[in-house]
């Protein structure tokens, strides 16, 4: 058989940050005096990005570059004892401000001289959690911490929180990790009570119940504001107070665009929605005349965090923003994880290619190409009720290219790739089942390599044991393979030969649609079992 086959690698990090970064950049979606700030050597001090914390260099020479990578762009160089500004951090690299614009360095070489504030502490209930780089389950990890492991979160963000650790900040899955304190949130601004006597409510809203009540001349400190609202801190805890009642002593946020909302925004708890439209609007207030801070695609999943006329306010990655109520479907917290997975499908060949065939003594021809693409549209069936992002290379009898399959994996930033396919050999004597994956030599093995392999080997194992499971065909294992669609896709990816077209055994059931079913059920049971190895609860669509 002529095996042609895709494959991916599951941490698809630096090179995704950098796409992703020029993309944003030069979208025609994104606010421009945004994306300046962006740009090396514009700053824009009226959107600048806001400081984290503040560092000296303590390296002799330190490079500032132009993305979070060694092989990057130098623009400027800096002395040891300078003074830097740090916006962001990823990694091991910290995003910095410089007079020729925004750039990036090694932590390593920057002394903090002030830390995020911690919002509040936990510790780690998973056997094992991943630190990544970035709030996605396809970015890269960087560290990895132990049951029980304390830590100090500074940021939440949708089901991500963000975390210190000792080689930088990053980011796990809030659900792995239980809070032991009292959330502390930063002040962001302070202020007078000018009302005789003022309510604070448990939410931003008139109807909400009172659980305080502060008079005139009191001081408050502000941790949040949202339209007509300022969340304060109390003796009694958080709450909400009319803003118009606060004299504020200085303001570090700008005023909203167009005045603001003219009613409070309705705020919402835990709950995450799907993108219905093939392409929406992120804009800065809810309405049609607030700009467009990005667009996203359809089904995108977004944390809700308000509502205001008709407009969800959102979390989508780091972005906050206002979306069209109309656009979004409603979902629960286990879709939503799930919603962040992406997997490709390829069945084998196909068009001018039928793989490789066999005439059966009834005079039957078999084909490759038309059996695992019945094997797909079954498995596309089982796939439906699964809130992952499913895709497939091929629907028709046609042939894409090897590379235009890789192309098309890439292309929709999937976590893992499956190519299906049949077996035969010269001499008629093969039987059985077999699953591959590509290992790279050892010598030549990167860290993204070595973590794309334990990944594909993993959901190697998985698909071949549930495969064996309902074909009930000889198990021969999984196996390193040096095929094009494995060897060159970027995420966990694996090529299963379900079994030989030439062998009487196996063809038997090849052929009959019954058993084509029982394969695409192996396959959707295999990618469940490497679902729930990557920590997504997935108990509810097992058969």
């Known amino acids: 058989m002529n095996k042609k086959s895709t494959r991916k690698l599951s941490s698809f990090v630096l090179a995704t940050s950098i796409a992703a970064s020029s993309l944003f950049i030069s979208s025609p979606h994104v606010n ?3 994306a300046a700030t962006n740009q090396v050597g514009q700053i824009n001090t009226s959107t600048a990005i806001p400081v984290l914390f503040t ?6 020479k330190l490079n500032v570059r132009t993305s979070p990578v060694t092989t990057s762009k130098i623009f400027v160089t800096l002395s040891k004892g300078a003074k830097v500004s740090i916006v962001e951090t990823s990694g091991p690299w910290y995003k910095i401000k410089t007079s020729q614009g925004y750039g990036w360095v090694m932590s390593n070489y920057v002394n903090q001289a002030s830390a995020l504030p911690v919002l509040f502490t936990g510790n780690v209930t998973a056997t094992k959690i991943n630190v990544r780089t970035s709030p996605e389950n396809t970015s890269k990890i960087f560290v990895t911490l132990s049951k029980g492991a304390k830590v100090s979160i500074v940021e939440k963000n949708s089901l991500w929180y963000k975390i210190k650790t000792s080689k930088g900040y990053g980011w796990v899955m809030s659900k792995y990790v239980s809070q032991t304190n009292t959330e502390v949130l930063p002040v962001i601004d302070t202020g007078t009570i000018t009302a005789t006597k003022i309510n604070v409510r448990k939410e931003p809203k008139n109807t909400s119940s009172v659980f305080v009540t502060l008079s005139k001349g009191g001081k408050v400190s502000i941790v949040e504001k949202i339209n007509l609202w300022y969340k304060i801190k109390t003796s009694k805890g958080y ?7 606060v004299k504020t002593t200085n303001s570090t946020t700008p005023p909203t665009e167009g005045g603001g909302p003219t009613t409070p925004t309705i705020p919402i708890k835990d709950k995450f929605g799907k993108v219905t439209s093939s392409s929406l609007n992120v804009r800065k207030g809810p309405g049609t005349e607030y700009a467009t801070i990005k667009a996203i695609s359809s089904g995108t999943i977004v944390e809700l965090k308000g509502e205001n006329n008709g407009w969800y306010q959102i979390v989508v990655g780091t972005i906050t923003g206002w979306v069209s109520k109309s656009y979004i479907k409603i979902v629960d917290q286990q879709d939503a994880e799930l ?4 997997l490709v499908i390829d069945p084998g060949h196909g068009g001018s290619d039928p793989g490789t065939s066999f005439k059966t003594s009834s005079g039957v021809t078999l084909k490759e190409s038309v059996i695992v693409l019945s094997v797909s549209k079954y498995l596309k069936t089982y796939l439906k009720n699964l809130p992952i992002n499913s895709y497939f290379t091929r629907e028709t009898d046609v042939y894409p290219t090897l590379t235009q399959r890789v192309s098309f994996a890439e292309s929709k930033k999937a976590d893992a790739f499956i190519s299906i396919h049949i ?8 039987d059985g089942t077999e699953t591959y994956y590509y290992g790279e030599a050892a010598a030549k093995a990167t860290a993204a390599s070595k973590e794309k392999l334990q990944d594909s080997m993993a959901f190697a194992d998985f698909v071949q044991t549930r495969l064996v499971e309902k074909l009930k065909l000889d198990d021969r294992g999984t196996k390193s393979g040096n095929f094009h669609v494995i060897r060159e896709s970027s995420m966990a990816s694996i090529l299963t030969e379900l079994g030989f077209v030439d062998n009487p055994k196996d063809n038997v059931k090849l052929a009959s649609a019954s058993w084509q079913k029982e394969a695409a059920k192996g396959i959707y049971l295999g990618i469940l079992d490497y679902l729930a190895y990557q920590g997504y609860n997935v108990d509810s669509y097992y058969l």
């Open 55 to 60: 560092g000296n260099v303590t390296a002799t």
């Open 339 to 342: 919603g962040d997975f992406t």
């Open 239 to 245: 709450g909400w107070v009319m803003s118009s009642y």
């Open 32 to 34: 421009k005096s945004y």
């Open 423 to 430: 077996n035969s050999t010269p001499s008629h004597t093969g």
